[in-house]
């Protein structure tokens, strides 16, 4: 399966070399080495990029899954260059080829000592499980890199953008700064609905993932949420959140009713 979708990247990009990094339902990603057009690229990472690639589904009519291709990469890149012009950190995308569903985008992210990606997953885990000491885990870089998240978060919300797919491994780590990726399900909503919605999934990823100390984990998130919206920077940001915290009280509720009935 993998092999027939790398043989369709490979007639869009000749001689490129591409090392497979996950496969998602949606898309393929590659690191590569190679950089489309620049020797020398003036970003942190010279050596290392990620290329998304949405390979055709032959279940679906070719019209359509041209369409569908193409609408949700342009959707895709127009929403991380919002970003990049909104100073929300996220990969830069360096090329985008619409039709062929393909996006050259920044590589973002460390190596934790143990090899893993620094998603703020791998890296959470690594605390709970390789370094398992309850002093670090609750400890303050572990809070801080969690209020940096709420920030993040809250400032993305605080300009209408909704992320979609909020999980710990969409959110990578550089040093303690993290950074969003993968906005597939991503879209654009003033409605705190919406808002409590992409921060419910977050708690319930946290919740999942994290279970011995979410709940730490997801108290340090919504008070760095808390803290951008009470920044200068975005007025009336103190009434957009009480309104997100309600309507987040009635998602939760909701979901609650929903897991009791199964
Ligand atoms: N810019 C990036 N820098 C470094 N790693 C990245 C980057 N973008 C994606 N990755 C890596 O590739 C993985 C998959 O990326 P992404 O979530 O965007 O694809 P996806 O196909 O939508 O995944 P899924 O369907 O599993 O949600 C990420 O978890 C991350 O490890």
């Known amino acids: 399966m993998t092999d027939h979708i790398i043989q369709q990247v490979q007639v869009h990009l000749p001689n490129i070399p591409l090392e497979v ?6 898309a393929l990603v590659f690191q590569t080495s190679v950089h489309p057009y620049y020797s020398k690229p003036c ?12 390979p055709r589904k032959p279940y679906r009519h ?3 899954d041209a369409a569908i291709t193409k609408n949700r990469t342009i959707g895709e890149v127009k929403f991380m260059a919002k970003l990049t012009k909104l100073g929300i950190k996220a990969p830069s995308v360096i090329l985008a080829d619409f039709p062929n569903g393909i996006i050259w985008m920044e590589y973002l992210g460390k190596k934790l000592p143990n090899g893993d990606v620094s998603s703020l997953k791998n890296w959470l885990w690594y605390y709970e499980k390789v370094l398992a000491d309850e002093s670090l885990c609750l400890g303050s ?11 993040l978060i809250g400032k993305l919300h605080l300009n209408d953008m909704i992320h979609g797919d909020l999980t710990s491994s969409n959110i990578l780590l550089e040093d303690s700064e993290p ?16 808002k409590a919605v992409d921060l419910y ?6 919740l999942s993932t ?20 009470g920044s200068k920077e975005f007025r009336s940001g103190g009434k957009k959140l009480v309104e997100t915290l309600r309507k987040l009280d009635e998602v939760r509720l909701r979901g609650r009713k929903r897991s009791m009935l199964g």
């Open 141 to 151: 870089e572990v809070q801080q890199a969690c209020i940096n998240v709420g920030l």
């Open 21 to 26: 990094v996950s496969q998602g339902a949606e």
């Open 201 to 206: 999934v977050l708690e319930r990823a946290m």
């Open 210 to 229: 994290h279970s011995k100390y979410s709940d730490h984990y997801v108290k340090w998130l919504l008070q760095g949420y808390e803290q951008i919206h």
């Open 43 to 54: 970003l942190p990472h010279q050596d290392k990029f990620i290329i998304k690639f949405r």
């Open 179 to 194: 950074v969003l990726i993968d906005f597939g399900l991503s879209s654009y909503s003033g409605m705190a609905e919406d």
């Open 62 to 64: 070719p019209k359509i």
